[in-house]
């Protein structure tokens, strides 16, 4: 008979340190992973106009120079912390996460990549933490592990963190947080109090940015799926204070909106502000139709998941083979497991947690449809870690399923799985390979194409560039430019010695009012541009000091910059 002595004298002191190493490599090396991904090649590409949208403004709040002219109406308290920074559906969340990194590193390009990796370890962390505690025992960790893995591999995560996709990516640390908390593995279900909490953590999610709302239907329905041990009231009262909580974690909204009807003199002009913006958002405009909206939606997923979008707006380049593969045979592999989970006990945890991930992709993916085009693929790239998530959910599935075929036979009994289960456990770790292996060469093929070019078109290197000899200039200097993309970047990047302003409008004027308030100009436009530079300056009675060209690595023009100065009659 086991004794109470005999249960704790089980668990050995070696056995607990092996558990924990276990989990250090298990939460260690995705993260190690993804530290490599961004390391190398770190400077590719060129910083792209929303990539540093809300963080441009870091100088404006740190340092009181810089602009902050597209912060929206009343939006800055004590006329230095911006609510809005330029649209109702983007929020400031991810600008007060990156101000420390800022404060302490300094405002380049370093400590933004910096910050960027900060939140992908973050992400990577939690989805290993939500897959381990889904299933149990060691198979949960190595699950946990693989899904890390295999999203830290993923040039659709780590890549295109690096694009404007980061603002996209950033609340997902707070959905995946959301979901730890909400604890759906455990028995009896969490306190109130935790539910709150997730529910904060998905309102602030939906704050910072507006997509995030399309996996509350994912969740709720987990949450009356995942605590079904309680009565249905018991549920319902669970859902309306995760409801709670997140208007509690939307609260920045409502001081935004506020803020904005002081300014604009009250209520009606907010809302008739807020319906001009929400205007922008187009739900249901797509052209074409339901089946349109389809399609562009399947696009967008497929693009956002093979590679696809990341090379096509960096490098100008189609998805490659191997990332047409990977989605492939993702796709293959999610079929599989879950028709395999239905062989599980329904209270399976890696049955429940397949079907968990599952549920938050298509919950994002059926809301998408309803915006048609005006989602594309940096909104889909916040399914990737679910989706890796999903793929080594169902590697754990399978694992399960021979396991469990095998208990049933006797084969753990007589100490040996049977051939037939060897070979499909053999299969499921060859399929899982292949997978990583695609992202390592279908990453390599686009970070070989990065190095070429720096980047193309307003992904270019050389804004970058630009950017860093505004800031070792030393002198004043005003920069027009008529190029959206050019604006944020340089806006960041130029520091304390250069002020960015929009010039899409008459910039002969624009070249005269500042040239005669600094004394210097640059006109900074994408090549090949349409501006007579000569004109501008006879209108504008500056004189052209000089005109430069940029290039591309691979000596293709990107921009020009000319200088206007010696202003007459100001």
């Known amino acids: 008979m086991l004794t109470r002595e005999g249960i704790f004298a089980s668990v050995s002191p070696r056995c607990a340190a092996r558990a924990r190493r276990w989990k250090v490599v298990m939460y260690g090396l995705p993260i190690a992973v993804l530290a490599v991904g961004f390391v190398l090649d770190w400077g590719v590409p060129g910083l792209y106009m929303d990539a540093i949208n809300p963080e441009y403004l870091a100088h404006w709040i740190l340092n009181g120079s810089g602009s902050a002219r597209w912060v929206l109406p009343g939006n800055a308290l004590f006329d230095r912390f911006p609510v809005f920074t330029g649209s109702v559906y983007h929020g400031s969340t991810q600008l007060y996460y990156a101000l420390p990194f800022f404060l302490i590193f300094g405002i380049d390009l370093a400590a933004f990549r910096f910050v960027q990796f900060s939140i992908g370890a973050v992400i990577i ?58 604890r759906l593995d455990v028995r009896p279900p969490p306190s109130v109090r935790r539910i709150v909490v997730a529910g904060a953590l998905v309102g602030l999610a ?59 003199g009250g209520v009606g002009e907010a809302v008739e502000y807020l319906r001009n913006m929400s205007d922008e958002l187009q739900v249901g405009a797509h052209d074409g139709g339901l089946v349109a909206r389809v399609m562009s939606t399947y696009r967008s997923l497929k693009w956002s998941i093979n590679g696809g979008w990341v090379s096509r707006m960096t490098v100008r380049s189609a998805e490659t083979t191997a990332g047409t593969l990977r989605f492939m045979v993702g796709v293959g592999l999610l079929v599989v497991g879950t028709c395999a989970a239905s062989l599980l006990d329904r209270r399976d945890g890696a049955r429940r947690l397949l079907y968990a991930m599952i549920g938050l992709i298509a919950s994002f993916v059926l809301g998408a449809i309803a915006f048609g085009d005006r989602l594309q693929g940096h909104h889909f790239s916040v399914v990737v870690p679910f989706w890796g998530a999903a793929l080594a959910t169902s590697c754990a599935v399978l694992g399960r399923v021979v396991r469990q075929r095998a208990m049933r036979a006797g084969d753990l009994v007589s100490g040996a799985l049977s051939k037939a289960g060897r070979g499909a456990l053999v299969t499921v770790g060859v399929t899982a390979g292949a997978i990583a292996l695609s992202s390592v060469v279908a990453q390599t093929h686009l970070r070989r194409d990065l190095r070429d070019t ?57 070249v005269r009012g500042h040239a005669c308030g600094v004394g210097a100009v640059l006109v900074v436009s994408a090549f090949p541009s349409s501006l007579d530079y000569l004109e501008i300056a006879r209108q504008s009675r500056t004189t052209v000091i000089e005109g430069e060209r940029w290039y591309e690595e691979n000596g293709r023009p990107a921009f020009e910059v000319v200088r206007f100065s010696d202003p007459q009659g100001c």
Request: proline share 3%; charged share 15%; aromatic share 12%.
């Open 454 to 510: 720096g980047g193309v078109g307003l992904y270019s290197d050389a804004i970058t560039a630009l950017g860093v000899r505004l800031d070792d200039g030393g002198s004043e200097v005003s920069v027009l430019t008529p190029d959206w993309g050019y604006l944020m970047p340089l806006e960041f990047l130029g520091g304390d010695h250069a002020t960015v302003h929009d010039a899409r409008g008459d910039i002969s004027a624009a």
């Open 125 to 182: 962390a939690l989805l290993v933490r939500f897959v381990s505690s889904g299933v149990r025992g060691r198979a949960g960790l190595v699950a946990g592990g693989l899904a890390g893995l295999l999203v830290a591999l993923d040039p659709g995560f780590v890549l295109a963190m690096r694009t404007q996709a980061y603002s996209c990516i950033f609340p997902v640390s707070l959905i995946v947080g959301a979901l730890v908390v909400l």
């Open 206 to 264: 939906g704050f910072s940015y507006f997509i995030m709302f399309l996996f509350v239907p994912a969740i709720v329905l987990l949450i009356w799926w995942s605590y079904d041990a309680r009565g249905r009231m018991a549920r319902l009262r669970d859902i309306v204070w995760f409801g709670l909580g997140g208007v509690v974690g939307y609260v920045p909204f409502f001081a935004g909106v506020t803020l904005i009807g002081i300014e604009l």
